[in-house]
Structure formats: structure tokens, C-alpha cells
């Protein structure tokens, strides 16, 4: 099926371990994003991907890098886990966000004890 | 800069009774808007949004919004909901001149009660 797919949808770390977690998209769309989602903030844009080869800060950026590996594909890294970072992680997609609107992946839920 | 506004975190309905969501949003600029529903344990997926023309906008699963451009709201309604309608929605705007950032909501739980 279509859509967004991201890996892995559960992971447990200590503090100061790193991780990336992956996302990759098959709908050719030009755009792509990573969201924390915490209780009672809503989504928080952490970095975006305007285009294959650019990459930009969003909202909260510290403690994260990105990787835009391809057209397909865009990762995040946490290189020093915190607790603080500890939240479900969507990565999204689309053709042209102010219009049209994401189409989301299923989640990663980070625990960082 | 936008903000967006969910006015209820909580909303407790019986089954077969309206319901509305409220969302209220404040911008320098003209925007565009839209409404996201996740169930339980999954991603965010597109219920409506609102670009131009008529200010109701219906989306899927019986859902339909109306924009309100001097009240700057977007509130969700459905006139009759069913358990399967239980998620959380979240209300998000986007700014007409482009780019690639969307502002999103807190969320509004919505709990239909049998």
C-alpha cells in the first residue's frame, strides 16, 4: 500500500545511547517532516525537508540531526538521548503542505529512561 | 506568526448525538485549514480542509467544518456520531503565501459514550 512507512514503531533507550529512526514514502511527494507528539501540545516540528538535498530547522531542533538520503527517505538522529526526548515521533509527507495537507506515518514511540 | 486554538481538550458524547469541535486560529496572513483525525495508535490522517469558496467544507466520515473568517474559527461538526468516531482531532492552518510550515493543535479528545 501507498504511503509512509516508518521504522521502528517501539524502541527503549538509556540515556545518552543515540538511535535514528527511519521513514521512507513511495507517493514521489517533493516535501518531507519529523513531528514529536506530546500530551496536550499537539505536533511540534522538529526538522523538514523541503526537497531532496535541503533540509531546515523547524520548531524544536536541538538534540535531533536529519538526513535526507534520498527522494524516498528521511531520517532523524538523536545522538545523546535524553529523557526529555521521550514522546512519539511521525514523520510525514507531501506534494505541497500549504494545500494539500500531510500524509502520516504510523509513529515511533521513544522511551528514553 | 500563526497560533491555533482547540478550545475543549475533552468532549464526553452519547452515541447518535451532535457533536462540535471547536478551533479557533489567529494569522498575519490569509490561511488555509484543515482538520486531522488519528485512532487510537496511528498517524494523523486528513479529514477536510479549507482552501476557498464555500465557507462548509465537508470531509469523510460524515464530517463537515465552516470557516469564519471574522471570528477566525474553523469548528468541526458531525450531526449524529458513532463509537467508531472516538480519536483525537486536531485542527491546523497553513499560510496561503506557501511554505512548509503547518501550525497544529493540541488536540481535542473525542469520547462517544454507547
Known amino acids: 500500500n501507498a504511503g509512509v512507512t516508518q521504522t521502528p514503531k517501539f524502541q527503549v533507550l538509556k540515556t545518552g545511547q543515540s538511535m535514528t529512526l527511519q521513514c521512507a514514502q513511495d507517493m514521489n511527494h517533493n516535501s518531507m517532516y519529523w513531528y514529536r507528539q506530546d500530551p496536550g501540545m499537539g505536533l511540534r516540528l522538529i526538522y523538514y525537508?523541503?526537497?531532496?538535498?535541503?533540509?531546515d530547522k523547524g520548531e524544536v531542533p536541538n538534540g535531533y540531526n536529519v538526513s535526507r538520503l534520498n527522494k524516498r527517505e528521511f531520517s532523524l538522529r538523536l545522538e545523546s538521548a535524553a529523557p526529555s526526548q521521550t514522546s512519539v515521533y511521525f514523520c510525514?509527507?507531501?506534494?505541497?503542505?500549504?494545500?494539500?495537507?500531510?500524509?502520516f506515518g504510523s509513529g515511533t514511540r521513544l522511551t528514553v529512561v | 506568526a500563526q497560533s491555533v486554538t482547540q478550545l475543549d481538550s475533552q468532549v464526553p458524547v452519547f452515541e447518535e448525538a451532535p457533536v462540535e469541535l471547536r478551533c479557533n486560529y489567529s494569522?498575519?496572513?490569509?490561511?488555509?485549514l484543515f482538520w486531522y483525525v488519528q485512532y487510537p495508535n496511528q498517524g494523523l490522517q486528513l479529514l477536510l480542509k479549507y482552501l476557498s469558496g464555500s465557507t462548509l467544507v465537508k470531509g469523510i466520515n460524515g464530517f463537515e467544518a465552516e470557516f469564519n473568517k471574522s471570528q477566525t474559527s474553523f469548528h468541526l461538526r458531525k450531526p449524529s456520531v458513532h463509537i467508531s468516531d472516538t480519536a483525537e482531532y486536531f485542527c491546523a492552518v497553513s499560510e496561503r503565501t506557501g511554505g512548509f510550515k503547518t501550525i497544529f493543535g493540541a488536540g481535542t479528545r473525542l469520547f462517544v459514550k454507547a
Open positions: 510525514a509527507s507531501s506534494v505541497r503542505p500549504s494545500d494539500y495537507g500531510y500524509t
Open positions: 525537508s523541503a526537497s531532496e538535498g535541503t533540509t
Open positions: 494569522s498575519s496572513v490569509s490561511v488555509y
